[in-house]
């Protein structure tokens, strides 16, 4: 429901801004919101906020691109389109994945080396946190006398490394 305190939190979170050690304000520029659950919701919050600042999107493996071009979703109760309705971006999470999990593989440079591009940095987070970013796996699978690699739950809570395939997907 539109009236949980939960999107008022995230509006509000929205406008907030946080001190850069440098002194600049660092505000969120995209956010991506996940449009798979609850989707008239989510519709509803994201058309009250600025289409250049919010994106509902969908996770797509088979997706050959990472972000797609956007498709109008929103109608009205007669079907017709909503004319400042809402876009959604499907992500190429398979992609993401590979790429993040391809980060995490890098070594810690040696003391007075550079960090090589992608390099994952992280604050003091717990070990669920790590479990789920770690939550999936690639595997093989046949399919008519083909063989594929999927990525595959191993454990049941994902949503760190959904979040970070999202947060990638807005930063795109």
């Not at 009250?48 to 929103?74: C, F, H, I, P």
């Not at 400042?84 to 790429?99: A, V």
């Not at 070990?127 to 008519?144: I, V």
Request: charged share 30%; hydrophobic share 35%.
């Amino acid at each position: 429901r539109l009236d949980d305190p939960v999107w008022t939190q995230l509006s509000d979170l929205l406008r907030q801004a946080w001190p850069h050690r440098s002194g600049a304000q660092m505000r969120i520029v995209r956010l991506a919101i996940d449009d798979g659950f609850n989707s008239q919701v989510v519709r509803a919050w994201a058309r009250k906020q600025s289409q250049a600042q919010v994106m509902a999107v969908r996770g797509n493996d088979r997706l050959t691109a990472e972000v797609s071009r956007g498709t109008y979703v929103d109608i009205d109760y007669r079907g017709k389109k909503i004319t400042r309705g809402i876009r959604l971006y499907q992500l190429g999470t398979g992609m993401f994945k590979d790429e993040f999990y391809g980060f995490l593989r890098l070594p810690i440079p040696e003391e007075g080396q550079p960090y090589q591009s992608g390099f994952c940095h992280f604050p003091q987070y717990d070990r669920e946190h790590f479990q789920q970013l770690t939550a999936e796996a690639l595997r093989p699978r046949e399919s008519k006398g083909y063989t594929f690699h999927e990525w595959v739950k191993i454990r049941e809570r994902n949503e760190a490394l959904d979040c970070r395939v999202y947060a990638r997907g807005a930063a795109c």
